[in-house]
Protein backbone atom coordinates (compact mmCIF):
# COMPACT_ATOMS: atom_id res chain seq x y z
CA UNK A 1 0.00 0.00 0.00
CA UNK A 2 1.62 3.06 -1.13
CA UNK A 3 1.13 6.35 1.28
CA UNK A 4 1.28 9.93 -0.20
CA UNK A 5 2.18 13.11 1.96
CA UNK A 6 1.54 16.58 0.87
CA UNK A 7 2.62 19.72 2.84
CA UNK A 8 2.67 23.72 1.75
CA UNK A 9 4.36 26.99 3.18
CA UNK A 10 4.06 30.61 1.82
CA UNK A 11 6.07 33.36 3.22
CA UNK A 12 6.04 36.83 3.18
CA UNK A 13 8.45 38.49 5.02
CA UNK A 14 8.77 42.56 5.12
CA UNK A 15 11.92 43.97 4.80
CA UNK A 16 11.53 47.61 4.09
CA UNK A 17 13.68 49.74 1.91
CA UNK A 18 15.97 46.65 1.14
CA UNK A 19 15.07 45.80 -2.38
CA UNK A 20 18.41 46.08 -4.03
CA UNK A 21 20.45 44.95 -0.84
CA UNK A 22 18.11 41.77 -1.01
CA UNK A 23 18.99 40.89 -4.40
CA UNK A 24 22.71 41.13 -4.14
CA UNK A 25 22.57 38.94 -1.16
CA UNK A 26 20.40 36.26 -2.98
CA UNK A 27 23.44 35.67 -5.17
CA UNK A 28 24.99 34.38 -2.13
CA UNK A 29 24.01 31.02 -3.29
CA UNK A 30 26.47 29.45 0.01
CA UNK A 31 25.55 31.75 2.53
CA UNK A 32 21.82 32.08 1.79
CA UNK A 33 21.64 28.13 1.95
CA UNK A 34 23.49 27.59 4.96
CA UNK A 35 20.92 30.34 6.54
CA UNK A 36 18.05 28.40 5.25
CA UNK A 37 19.47 25.54 6.30
CA UNK A 38 21.07 23.65 9.50
CA UNK A 39 24.60 23.89 8.35
CA UNK A 40 25.49 21.30 10.26
CA UNK A 41 23.16 18.44 8.30
CA UNK A 42 24.53 20.34 5.16
CA UNK A 43 27.36 19.19 2.91
CA UNK A 44 28.01 20.61 -0.20
CA UNK A 45 28.64 18.59 -3.38
CA UNK A 46 29.71 21.00 -6.31
CA UNK A 47 28.17 24.45 -7.64
CA UNK A 48 24.88 24.61 -6.91
CA UNK A 49 24.40 21.06 -5.40
CA UNK A 50 24.01 19.91 -1.41
CA UNK A 51 23.20 17.14 0.47
CA UNK A 52 21.06 17.66 3.08
CA UNK A 53 20.25 15.05 6.12
CA UNK A 54 16.97 15.92 7.58
CA UNK A 55 16.69 15.76 11.32
CA UNK A 56 15.74 12.48 12.32
CA UNK A 57 11.65 11.68 12.40
CA UNK A 58 10.02 9.62 14.73
CA UNK A 59 7.16 8.24 12.99
CA UNK A 60 4.80 5.96 15.97
CA UNK A 61 7.75 3.45 17.07
CA UNK A 62 9.74 4.15 14.07
CA UNK A 63 12.67 6.48 13.43
CA UNK A 64 13.17 7.58 9.88
CA UNK A 65 15.93 10.11 8.12
CA UNK A 66 15.78 11.17 5.07
CA UNK A 67 18.78 12.43 2.97
CA UNK A 68 17.97 14.95 0.14
CA UNK A 69 19.97 15.71 -3.14
CA UNK A 70 19.34 19.23 -3.61
CA UNK A 71 19.93 21.49 -6.37
CA UNK A 72 20.36 25.04 -6.61
CA UNK A 73 19.05 27.84 -9.03
CA UNK A 74 19.65 31.69 -8.98
CA UNK A 75 17.72 33.95 -11.11
CA UNK A 76 17.76 38.30 -10.85
CA UNK A 77 16.18 38.54 -7.21
CA UNK A 78 15.14 34.84 -6.83
CA UNK A 79 16.60 31.43 -5.84
CA UNK A 80 15.07 28.28 -5.97
CA UNK A 81 16.12 25.23 -4.17
CA UNK A 82 14.65 21.61 -5.74
CA UNK A 83 14.99 18.20 -4.50
CA UNK A 84 16.92 16.05 -7.32
CA UNK A 85 17.36 12.70 -5.21
CA UNK A 86 16.34 11.13 -1.83
CA UNK A 87 16.88 8.25 0.29
CA UNK A 88 15.07 6.85 3.42
CA UNK A 89 17.48 5.70 6.56
CA UNK A 90 16.07 4.01 9.21
CA UNK A 91 13.13 1.68 7.37
CA UNK A 92 15.54 -0.59 5.72
CA UNK A 93 15.87 -1.47 2.23
CA UNK A 94 13.13 1.31 0.41
CA UNK A 95 12.79 1.34 -3.15
CA UNK A 96 9.87 3.32 -3.66
CA UNK A 97 10.54 6.51 -1.61
CA UNK A 98 9.87 9.56 -3.13
CA UNK A 99 11.03 12.92 -2.34
CA UNK A 100 9.85 16.11 -4.11
CA UNK A 101 10.37 19.59 -2.76
CA UNK A 102 10.22 22.72 -4.86
CA UNK A 103 11.15 26.36 -2.86
CA UNK A 104 11.42 29.80 -4.15
CA UNK A 105 12.51 32.86 -2.31
CA UNK A 106 12.77 35.93 -4.27
CA UNK A 107 12.71 39.79 -3.40
CA UNK A 108 8.91 41.22 -3.96
CA UNK A 109 8.13 45.56 -3.60
CA UNK A 110 8.28 44.86 0.09
CA UNK A 111 10.82 42.53 0.93
CA UNK A 112 10.81 38.79 0.66
CA UNK A 113 8.35 36.42 -0.73
CA UNK A 114 8.57 32.34 -0.75
CA UNK A 115 6.66 29.35 -1.62
CA UNK A 116 7.69 25.54 -0.77
CA UNK A 117 5.91 22.39 -1.15
CA UNK A 118 7.17 18.94 -0.11
CA UNK A 119 5.65 15.57 -1.12
CA UNK A 120 6.31 11.90 0.21
CA UNK A 121 5.26 8.72 -1.61
CA UNK A 122 6.12 5.64 -0.03
CA UNK A 123 4.81 1.96 0.47
CA UNK A 124 3.59 1.39 4.07
CA UNK A 125 6.39 0.24 6.06
CA UNK A 126 5.33 -3.52 6.85
CA UNK A 127 6.05 -2.53 11.20
CA UNK A 128 3.22 -0.11 10.97
CA UNK A 129 1.26 -2.26 8.50
CA UNK A 130 -1.82 -2.28 11.68
CA UNK A 131 -1.98 1.69 11.53
CA UNK A 132 -4.85 2.80 9.21
CA UNK A 133 -3.64 4.32 6.18
CA UNK A 134 -5.17 7.70 6.69
CA UNK A 135 -3.70 8.04 10.16
CA UNK A 136 -0.37 7.43 8.98
CA UNK A 137 -0.95 9.88 6.17
CA UNK A 138 -2.10 12.35 8.21
CA UNK A 139 1.01 12.08 10.41
CA UNK A 140 3.40 12.04 7.85
CA UNK A 141 1.31 15.29 6.52
CA UNK A 142 2.20 17.21 9.71
CA UNK A 143 5.75 15.94 10.19
CA UNK A 144 6.53 17.48 6.53
CA UNK A 145 4.35 20.85 7.55
CA UNK A 146 6.72 20.73 10.56
CA UNK A 147 9.75 20.41 8.46
CA UNK A 148 8.61 23.74 6.07
CA UNK A 149 7.61 25.55 9.40
CA UNK A 150 11.25 25.18 10.78
CA UNK A 151 12.36 26.36 7.43
CA UNK A 152 9.71 28.91 7.72
CA UNK A 153 11.05 30.08 10.99
CA UNK A 154 14.99 30.29 9.65
CA UNK A 155 13.83 32.50 6.58
CA UNK A 156 12.63 34.81 9.58
CA UNK A 157 15.40 34.87 12.48
CA UNK A 158 18.25 33.24 10.54
CA UNK A 159 18.24 34.55 7.37
CA UNK A 160 17.13 38.20 8.16
CA UNK A 161 20.34 38.22 10.99
CA UNK A 162 22.44 37.34 8.31
CA UNK A 163 21.36 39.38 6.22
CA UNK A 164 21.78 42.12 8.05
CA UNK A 165 25.31 41.09 9.24
CA UNK A 166 26.13 40.80 5.36
CA UNK A 167 25.07 44.48 5.01
CA UNK A 168 27.65 45.80 7.81
CA UNK A 169 30.30 43.46 5.74
CA UNK A 170 29.49 45.30 2.64
CA UNK A 171 29.04 48.75 3.91
CA UNK A 172 32.53 48.22 5.85
CA UNK A 173 34.17 46.45 2.36
CA UNK A 174 33.21 50.11 0.72
CA UNK A 175 33.90 52.16 3.36
CA UNK A 176 37.78 50.41 3.52
CA UNK A 177 37.77 50.46 -0.42
CA UNK A 178 36.66 54.07 -0.52
CA UNK A 179 39.28 55.19 2.39
CA UNK A 180 42.12 53.39 0.32
CA UNK A 181 41.25 54.64 -3.14
CA UNK A 182 41.11 58.09 -1.38
CA UNK A 183 44.56 57.35 0.31
CA UNK A 184 45.72 56.79 -3.18
CA UNK A 185 44.84 60.32 -4.63
CA UNK A 186 45.70 61.94 -1.89
CA UNK A 187 49.27 60.44 -2.45
CA UNK A 188 49.34 60.53 -6.18
CA UNK A 189 48.42 64.55 -5.75
CA UNK A 190 51.11 64.81 -3.49
CA UNK A 191 53.73 63.70 -6.08
CA UNK A 192 52.08 66.04 -8.56
CA UNK A 193 52.43 68.94 -6.20
CA UNK A 194 56.50 68.04 -5.59
CA UNK A 195 57.37 67.12 -9.43
CA UNK A 196 55.40 70.77 -9.68
CA UNK A 197 58.15 72.56 -7.26
CA UNK A 198 60.88 70.70 -8.64
CA UNK A 199 60.23 72.26 -12.03
CA UNK A 200 60.20 76.02 -10.65
Given at each position: ?????RASQHLDLPVANQSEHL???????????????DERQLERIGPGRYRYTV??????????????????????????????????????????????????????????????????????????????????????????????????????????????????????????????????????????????????
Amino acid sequence: MTLAFRASQHLDLPVANQSEHLRSYLRQEDRVIKALLDERQLERIGPGRYRYTVTTLQVFQLQVCPVVLLKIEQGDGRISMQATDATLEGLGLVDDFQLSLEALLEVGDQGLQGEAMLGVNVSQPPLLKLIPKRVLESTGESILSGILMTIKGRVGRQLVKDFQEWCLQSTAQQQANTELSSGSSEHLGEEGVTVHRRGS
